[in-house]
């Protein structure tokens, strides 16, 4: 019995061996050679014309008034299950300190549900990416430390001086009329934004929220095979992994920690799925080398890595200019055209992010 208990334990070690072997490490900081093609005469990369009828964030039939919300939602193991997160066109993924841990950034305009939460506080990473869209923006508090202050970024950003609020601290004045808390979530994991009393302010605004489309594309990409992707950020709360169905033509996202499906908790019998996975590799340095005062670079360039219809395809990304967009290029330089659908976004550094994939 010992014998046949040692041959099942070798095989299943050995098993786990080469399956850790298939995995492919990506190369975050090689140069690629990639030369990005397009640049106009000023330097910069022209807006993507707007297609009508059709959703300039997930390139999915859609028609209405274009009200983009972008929402600080927190992302630790107490946090979850996340709720109104299935609703997001776009989620953005970042680092807020050495210790591993992320913070989310989604992006709501295709379907605004009632109530999304858990929210929570605002970094300077944050304020430069509400520029790239001129998004209404909510979190609640922020980091107030000294060289990471986001107040500071967002009066230097110009956003308090813009004709319309557009950014909703639940915690101040120009946010509270939004918030609401719940009762069965413990602090700092309680504070919900209420969506649809905010978008009916929006509404009422008249703000003219200038649209920045992607490129989408009905044909699959080309790529080396990637059915499996995990991503490790060195920290049991924020590791994930995604496997690719083939039927739906996305990603289904997996929470490492757990095991477990990532769900929305007004949904939670349907795995989240993303049809573009974008790694956007950048530098991350902390503040007088403080730990938890992040300082991510979002205005350059770098590589990136797509994970789309099951293949990987290696990319480049360049913003000329912290109001300008984020424009991602395939491995010939050519902007890049996404899956139509959802799309989740990491950004970081090598030193903070491993990404491996089969």
């Known amino acids: 019995m010992k014998r046949i208990f040692a041959f099942v334990l070798t095989l299943v070690l050995l098993l ?76 953005y993924e970042m680092p807020i300190d050495r210790l591993g841990y992320t913070r989310l950034m989604a992006l709501f305009m ?75 979530r413990k602090s700092p994991h309680h504070h919900q934004l209420q969506m649809t009393e905010l978008v009916s302010y929006l509404n009422e605004s008249g703000y003219d929220f200038p649209e920045r489309p992607f490129l989408f594309a009905d044909l699959p ?59 956007q590799w950048t530098t991350l340095k902390y503040y007088d080398g403080t730990g938890n005062r992040p300082l991510l670079t979002e205005v350059g360039e770098g590589n990136a890595d797509f994970f789309m219809n099951g293949v990987h395809v290696q990319g480049y990304w360049v913003r000329d200019d912290i109001n300008h967009r984020t424009v991602f290029f395939d491995s010939e330089g050519n902007e890049i055209s996404l899956q139509r659908g959802k799309s989740w976004i990491i950004l970081a550094s090598d030193k903070f992010l491993d990404v491996k994939y089969e």
């Open 221 to 279: 990409a080309s790529g080396d095979s990637a059915a499996y992707v995990e991503t490790d950020f060195g920290s049991g709360h924020s590791n994930a992994y995604y496997r690719f169905d083939a039927e739906k033509n996305a990603y289904l996202r997996y929470i490492t920690e757990d095991n477990k499906p990532y769900v929305d908790e007004k949904n939670p019998s349907e795995t989240l799925a993303y049809e573009n996975l974008i790694i």
């Open 110 to 184: 295709n379907e605004h549900p009632d109530t999304v939460g858990p929210v929570r506080s605002a970094r300077i990473m944050h304020a430069e990416m509400r520029q790239e869209w001129d998004a209404a923006w909510v979190f609640c508090g922020g980091q107030e430390a000294s060289g990471s202050n986001v107040f500071t970024r967002i009066r230097q950003l110009g956003v308090y001086d813009q004709s319309v609020n557009l950014a909703f601290n639940l915690q101040g004045s120009n946010g509270s009329a939004f918030n609401s808390s719940r009762e069965d």
């Open 16 to 91: 786990g061996s080469v399956n850790a072997l298939a995995l492919t490490q990506v190369d975050a900081s090689g140069d690629r050679g990639i030369v990005p093609q397009g640049q106009n005469a000023e330097g910069t990369w022209d807006v993507n014309p707007v297609i009508e009828g059709e959703s300039p964030t997930t390139g999915e039939s859609w028609t209405g008034e274009y009200i983009p919300v972008l929402v600080n939602v927190d992302n630790i193991k107490q946090a979850r299950p996340q709720w109104g997160i299935g609703k997001a066109d776009i989620v």
